[in-house]
């Protein structure tokens, strides 16, 4: 009788313990950037570029080599921003995006939305309204200025010129 009692106290444990696991609330869904992000007219697409979630959120590299080397040509003052400020995942988004495109010109008269994600916009525009061009590469590590100096509880919002070209400015700023 002794083992009966033992063996109903066990199935009982290991049936609260499923319940319990059943009764539990699911992890909240991972927001799909791939389908989500918003891409310029003319730009490759997420998909064309064989972008996954996994590419979209990787980590924005430290850049003390590069500011180093910027700080040689700067023709730009970088700015972080106050209000509206983006989420920080929505703009490493666009970053990632921006930099796989790499050698590819990333070209704008006056203004251009080079890329939106949620409530995060990556514009680019000149300091004169004429014609200029950068990589998409350089671009993408104007804006990662930004995401490195002007993070306030993980949301930004700042300008910085596109590497190398004092002339084209990439602004990262909610929308």
Do not use: H
């Not at 790499?102 to 939106?116: A, D, I, L, N, W």
């Amino acid at each position: 009788m002794v083992g009966f009692t033992k063996n109903i106290v066990a199935i009982t444990a290991a049936l609260s313990f499923f319940g319990a696991a059943m009764a539990a609330p699911a992890p909240a869904p991972e927001v799909d950037y791939a389908k989500l992000i918003e891409v310029a007219p003319g730009y490759p697409t997420v998909e064309e570029l064989g972008l996954t979630n996994e590419d979209l959120t990787k980590p924005v590299p430290q850049l003390e080599s590069i500011v180093a080397r910027a700080m040689l040509e700067k023709r730009y003052e970088p700015r972080c921003w106050g209000e509206p400020r983006c989420t920080v995942n929505d703009a490493r988004a666009c970053y990632n995006y921006l930099n796989s495109i790499g050698s590819r010109r990333c070209e704008v008269r006056g203004r251009v939305q080079m890329c939106k994600m949620g409530g995060c916009a990556w514009d680019a525009r000149t300091m004169n309204n004429a014609f200029s061009s950068s990589s998409c590469y350089d671009a993408a590590l104007g804006g990662a200025w930004v995401l490195n100096n002007c993070n306030s509880n993980n949301r930004v919002a700042g300008s910085n010129a596109a590497y190398g070209n004092g002339n084209l400015i990439v602004d990262v700023i909610g929308r």
